[in-house]
């Protein structure tokens, strides 16, 4: 997990950094993995270059190699519609609001609502953050 810092439009910035450097990082390495393995073959067999053709097949053997830079596949998200069978959207029955259930903030209430039909709760600004 990589942690970003700054709002999300310069997370975005380091994420596309990050992946530039990396998949740099990674070109340059296959460049020099890809010239010494030619080094290798072209001088294994020589008395006088093998001894520098074995160091050189022992340095990439201890090598870190870089992986490439992941790539995020797109994500896509279906969410079907589904008819419902039941009208009945809420239903409740002595509903309690409070945090103590000695003191209720509100009286226990029953009410019901059914697809189609809109709710306006009212009341004094801020009460429910004073509460």
């Not at 830079?69 to 009945?88: G, H, K, L, M």
């Not at 003191?103 to 039909?117: D, Q, R």
């Not at 709760?121 to 429910?128: E, F, I, K, N, P």
């Amino acid at each position: 997990m990589t942690k970003y810092r700054g709002n999300f439009d310069q997370a975005i910035r380091q994420k596309k950094e990050r992946t530039e450097q990396q998949l740099r990082a990674y070109s340059r390495q296959q460049e020099v993995i890809k010239k010494t393995k030619a080094f290798i073959q072209k001088n294994k067999a020589r008395a006088s270059t093998t001894g520098r053709a074995k160091s050189r097949e022992k340095m990439l053997s201890h090598m870190e190699i870089i992986a490439p830079p992941a790539t995020n596949p797109r994500s896509t998200f279906r969410f079907p519609y589904i008819e419902s069978q039941s009208t009945d959207m809420v239903k409740t029955e002595r509903l309690v609001v409070g945090y103590d259930p000695q003191k209720p903030i509100l009286n226990p209430i029953t009410f019901s609502m059914s697809a189609g039909e809109k709710v306006v709760l009212t009341g004094l600004t801020g009460l429910v953050k004073r509460l």
